[in-house]
């Protein structure tokens, strides 16, 4: 087992926290002239049921920062095992990242990813500092689910998740 102790290498530190495995979700509103603004976030929890709260959190450098910072609702689309071409494309900085791709206004409004797992409509309720992130609390006003698996990221690289059972006997 390598160690390492505080300070950290930004790198290492990120090398090792690749190894837990998340969904991929792309976090979308509008701002208050209409226009779309869209990310891809795998930084997505679930924090309570009761009441239904999410969470989730965006680089303080992200071009979008300062409409999400001011932004009252948001939607999420959970991603589906296909779709990995359009989280690259939300976590690019090309400037119309909607192009191309199916969305879903009539869900909740706001423009949601067609054939994706899952989505979720959220109303702000909280924000706190997170060192170079900020960390929204969102209440879960509406979803909605698909069939599809989820999408999937760890170690670097896109994965798509399947039920245990179905995965090969370990040789250990």
């Not at 969904?23 to 603004?37: A, L, N, P, S």
């Not at 900020?134 to 698909?146: C, D, P």
Request: one cysteine or more; charged letters at 20%.
């Amino acid at each position: 087992m390598l160690s390492q102790q505080a300070p950290f290498e930004p790198r290492s530190l990120r090398q090792a926290l690749g190894v837990f495995v998340t969904g991929v979700t792309v976090i979308t509103t509008r701002d208050t002239t209409g226009k779309v603004y869209g990310l891809t976030a795998n930084s997505f929890s679930t924090v309570s049921l009761e009441p239904p709260l999410i969470l989730w959190s965006q680089s303080k450098r992200a071009g979008s920062y300062s409409v999400f910072k001011s932004t009252d609702e948001f939607a999420i689309s959970i991603l589906a095992e296909h779709q990995s071409d359009i989280s690259t494309r939300f976590a690019s900085a090309i400037d119309d990242k909607f192009a191309g791709v199916a969305i879903d206004d009539a869900f909740c409004g706001l423009p949601v990813i067609e054939g994706s797992s899952a989505w979720l409509h959220c109303r702000s309720v909280s924000q706190f500092d997170g060192g170079d992130h900020t960390v929204y609390i969102g209440e879960v006003l509406k979803f909605a689910r698909g069939d599809r698996l989820p999408l999937v990221f760890g170690g670097g690289r896109y994965l798509v998740a399947r039920p245990a059972e179905e995965a090969a006997p370990s040789q250990g």
